[in-house]
């Protein structure tokens, strides 16, 4: 009876660090899900705040009026900005941005970043850029890092309905 005991916590053993070590370090997925997420300053209006968070809700919803979509002001000589603490370092894969119907120019131009620290938005850390006037973009990203920016270089502001990353530890 003692080798089946010795044999079973064994394998529970086993299976412990297989889940909790092993199968985490090959899985893949969207990892910005629920996380907390902030903006540069948040639009209101009609008593709808157009918050960070809404575009790391898991709403791909495209109708800015249904408020499922992040939106910045831009306030005087401040870049408009949103981002994602995905909690820990991951390495990104891609990025998709879904932006609302209507607003798919102001976006035209904006940045996205993977960056480790949140003041270290530099060309090194550039995935790449929106660069046309869609509601959908995919961009390559193959960084690592913490922090997902989102960064125009214009005065416009940023409306993202959802942002999603997809990557892995």
Known sequence: MDD???MFFIFVFFLFIFFTRILPAFVKGYV???KPAYQSATYSSGGISYDASLAV???RDRDFNSGSCSRTVVSGNQNAYWYVDLGTM???EYVQVYTPHGYEVPNFGTEIYAVVGKESLE???KCGSIDSASTYHR????KTGQFIFLFQKSSNEITVCEVQVY???
Do not use: R
């Open 32 to 34: 910005s899900t629920g």
């Open 4 to 6: 089946y005991n010795h």
């Open 167 to 169: 990557g892995s530890k």
């Open 123 to 125: 060309a090194s850390n």
């Open 90 to 92: 991951f390495t990104i």
């Open 139 to 142: 961009v390559n990203c193959d």
């Open 57 to 59: 809700d898991g709403n």
